[in-house]
């Protein structure tokens, strides 16, 4: 289930998915008719299966072609592997941050942080080490570089 809130700031529409994104989505009724700008805040996706990609693609690339501006802000894990994996997942989209995935090198513990795609590519597309919020042990990018930001460079 997915859940959807609405925010007007004047003139851009944010709106904040949270939840699975799922077969049952039905995003003309969840956001309604496209705005000319429109915000899409994507933290607290959990999860997308196919059903819901499907759909994903359909309002995006339908609000697309009505001329909206979109924008993708904070970005979950699950929405960057779709963003890697699906080459119009974004449709004309900028994607503005991302959550990137970290471990531990100490307690293993498994963290997020979020970075700004602009200041992941001024750093050569790679993921700067991070303080683990636990143990303050360093934390280093788990993921292969290439395939989580290959995005960034297509
Ligand atoms: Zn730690």
Redesign the pocket.
Known sequence: MINVTKEQKGEVLVVRLSGSIEESVNFDQLIGPPPPDLHVNCKEVSRINSAGVKAWIKYFQAAAAKGTKLRFLECSTAIVEQINLISNFVVTGEVESIYVPFS??????ELIALFKTVDLKANGLTAPELK??????N?VFDDIEEEYFGFLSR
């Open positions: 531990c090198t100490s307690c293993k513990a683990c919020t636990k143990c303050s042990g934390a």
